[in-house]
């Protein structure tokens, strides 16, 4: 693995995350995406550095002002277009964004599937902080993503990511 790209992400990813934090209005939100894609690596056993890279920006085209073109200048077409499959569309109304992006779910590959699967296992992981109201919305996302997998039709790195994701939703109920 050649880890220039890797750490330009993280850097960019700093930059462009810089002054958001996480629910508990004190952790800076970019821990977020280092840890998703520290879930990816070390308990997924993802070694794809395109797709360590799609986890670490796979929030700065929703939630920062970087968007598809400055991704593709600086980390390539392939990472923009893996980021645009992870990003909702925010010209939809809210009600309607989790539908279309649950909807075009089922064609995504197992490389962008398992960077949602991490950031659902953060998110789940995270909830020490938060309101119920806001842990009811993170699981009931999380349960509608693993509906929509079969995990015997997948291959064994999303079988061993759906396996994380429900096992910690059971430690939850």
């Known amino acids: 693995m050649?880890?220039?790209s890797l750490l330009d992400a993280i850097s960019f990813a700093t930059r462009v995350h810089h002054g958001q934090t996480r629910a508990d209005d004190s952790t800076p939100y970019v821990s977020h995406p280092f840890r998703v894609m520290t879930i990816l690596s070390h308990v997924f056993g993802v070694t794809d550095e395109s797709i360590l890279i799609t986890a670490i920006l796979h929030d700065t085209i929703e939630d920062t002002s970087a968007d598809y073109d400055s991704i593709a200048a600086l980390f390539g077409s392939d990472i923009a277009q893996n980021v645009a499959k992870l990003t909702k569309d925010m010209r939809l109304p809210k009600s309607l964004r989790e539908e279309k992006f649950l909807a075009d779910f089922d064609d995504l590959d197992d490389g962008i599937k398992l960077c949602k699967l991490g950031d659902m296992l953060d998110n789940l992981i995270d909830t020490d902080t938060i309101d119920d109201k806001k842990i009811v919305r993170i699981v009931s996302k999380?349960?509608?993503?693993?509906?929509?997998?079969?995990?015997?039709?997948?291959k064994r790195p999303i079988q061993e990511a759906i396996k994380e994701v429900q096992t910690k939703l059971d430690t939850m109920d």
């Open 2 to 4: 050649h880890y220039k």
């Open 142 to 154: 999380a349960k509608n993503i693993l509906a929509r997998l079969q995990p015997g039709d997948e």
